[in-house]
């Protein structure tokens, strides 16, 4: 059987060429592989700002009611207007208001050969409705000597508080809203929230911002009053999310 004979082939290289390709080697091996992610290692977040914006009626209305008498004796003036406090006083407790939402003043003074004497009554309503209806009696029942006033619209410093919180709240929501769309258009997972940020706030009251005069609010309707003392707050806010990485993906599961 004939052999047939082996080649083997072989280079000398010189010592500035062995170098330059250690060198080489050594940068192939350390050469990190290319991510699939689109967001670079450490940074996996995303940032996004809403706003919301939310609109209350008052929840509190100040009526005051003025009874005045002048006459010649003192103790017919002040007769007079005891007679009518005591009776609006007593509509008032009937409408089921709170005696500690009921405050009564009274002014007596002489006036040229004459005595004058006034009560002042403010009720603080939380029932609009029974607002209506004891303005209405009191308007049927009593003369022109008791003036009825307009009702003042206005919220508690509780109420304000609480649209502020819902403002705020809502903003955050509609950031995660737009960040979860943001994660599935990308095919990324959205985290936990690392930073909440309420960056502005604004507060409005009414429908317009001229204010309007005292002929305006008298030929205003209740409902228009309302609304004219309606608050609204706005609320924007920023929040940056974590992405979580498909390593702790497979780790919760």
């Known amino acids: ?4 004979p082996a080649q083997v082939f072989a280079a000398l290289l010189s010592d500035q060429e062995k170098s ?43 009526l005051c009611v003025l009874v005045s ?15 009518r406090l005591d009776y609006i006083v007593q509509s008032v407790r009937a409408h089921g208001v709170r005696e500690d939402s009921v405050t009564v003043t009274k002014d007596f003074r002489r006036v040229e050969n004459a005595f004058q004497m006034e009560a002042e009554v403010c009720i603080i309503f939380s029932d609009f409705g029974k607002m209506e209806n004891l303005c209405n009696l009191l308007v049927e029942k009593l003369d022109s000597s008791v003036v009825v006033g307009l009702p003042q619209f206005f919220h508690t410093t509780e109420a304000v508080e609480t649209i502020r919180r819902q403002a705020c709240l809502r ?12 994660c599935r258009l990308l095919g990324q997972t959205l985290g936990k929230p690392l930073l909440v940020r309420e960056e502005e706030t604004k507060e409005s009251e009414g429908l317009t911002t001229e204010a309007p005069s005292s002929d305006n609010m008298r030929s205003l309707t209740i409902q228009q009053q309302i609304s004219n003392a309606s608050v609204t707050v706005c609320s924007k806010v920023f929040v940056t999310f974590e992405l979580k990485s498909k390593d702790n993906l497979k780790r919760n599961n």
């Open 1 to 4: 059987m004939a052999i047939t």
């Open 20 to 62: 330059k390709r250690c060198r080489t080697e050594r940068c192939l091996v350390k050469s990190p592989t290319p991510s699939s992610s689109p967001f670079p290692a450490g940074e996996r977040e995303v940032q996004v700002s809403a706003s919301a914006e939310v609109s209350a009626p008052p929840n509190r209305a100040r």
């Open 69 to 83: 008498s002048r006459k010649e004796a003192a103790a017919a003036a002040k007769s007079s207007v005891n007679r």
């Open 171 to 182: 903003a955050v929501a509609n950031c995660r809203r737009k960040a979860f769309e943001v």
